[in-house]
């Protein structure tokens, strides 16, 4: 199983990026995983950022409604994490990660996880 994260970068304060996720495996459909964004900044514990359900309900963490948007592609097996109006305290490295259950938001329920992609927001 394979989850390959990109999209990473420097940006300004108040800048975008989308990060996307990329999911293979042989004989593995993600299409009942639930697929969640985590990350982790120098000297924390990772942390649930958003995660969004083959039904596509999706939860976010409340330091990032209304600013950050999960969407998925089931035919494609990608998830995709569009950041808006950046905060220096964005700044980490982002996981994207796959669970069976629905609605996981807690790291112990996640099966798969990607390499990570590095965020950093300048002020």
């Known amino acids: 199983v394979q989850l390959q994260a990109s999209g990473g970068g420097l940006v300004q304060a108040g800048g975008s990026l989308r990060l996307h996720c990329a999911a293979s495996?042989?004989?593995?459909?993600?299409?009942?995983?639930?697929m969640g964004w985590f990350r982790q900044a120098p000297g924390e514990e990772r942390e649930f950022v958003a995660a969004?359900?083959?039904?596509?309900?999706?939860y976010y963490i409340d330091s990032v409604k209304g600013r950050f948007t999960i969407s998925r592609d089931n035919a494609k097996d990608t998830v995709d994490l569009e950041m808006n109006n950046l905060k220096p305290e964005d700044t980490a490295v982002y996981f994207c990660?796959?669970?069976?259950?629905?609605?996981?938001?807690?790291?112990?329920?996640?099966?798969?996880w990607g390499q990570g992609t590095e965020v950093t927001v300048s002020s």
């Open positions: 990660a796959a669970a069976r259950d629905y609605g996981a938001r807690r790291r112990n329920e996640y099966t798969y």
């Open positions: 495996a042989s004989g593995v459909s993600f299409n009942t995983y639930t």
């Open positions: 969004i359900t083959w039904t596509a309900r999706t």
